[in-house]
């Protein structure tokens, strides 16, 4: 397995919040207040989501190419950058 993924996401602006998907893992969702807390919220998700993937030991997808993914005038997309070292690291501390 990687170390490193990156993937596109999509942030969705609306009057409430910003939510943020992933095109190519469907179950990654979060949802934020403003900017600062979108980035940290995304990555938190997309480390559990790929995390949880590995860990049972399904197929994790390929990211899209940013040029084929549509977005809305109210959306951006971003690329989000996380390291499964540091995610198991963290996993493996005493609570």
């Known amino acids: 397995m990687k170390d490193k993924y990156i993937y596109p ?19 990654c969702i979060s949802f934020s207040d403003n900017q600062e807390e979108a980035f940290i919220n995304a990555k938190r998700e997309l480390e559990s ?25 109210n959306e951006t997309i971003a690329f989000i950058e996380i390291s499964l070292v540091e995610v198991k690291k963290e996993m493996r501390k005493p609570k």
């Open 49 to 73: 989501c790929i995390y949880s993937l590995e860990k049972s030991k399904k197929e994790i997808p390929s990211p899209s190419n940013i040029n084929t993914i549509s977005i809305k005038s």
């Open 9 to 27: 996401a999509i942030f969705e602006f609306s009057n409430d919040n910003i939510m943020v998907t992933f095109p190519d893992l469907t179950e």
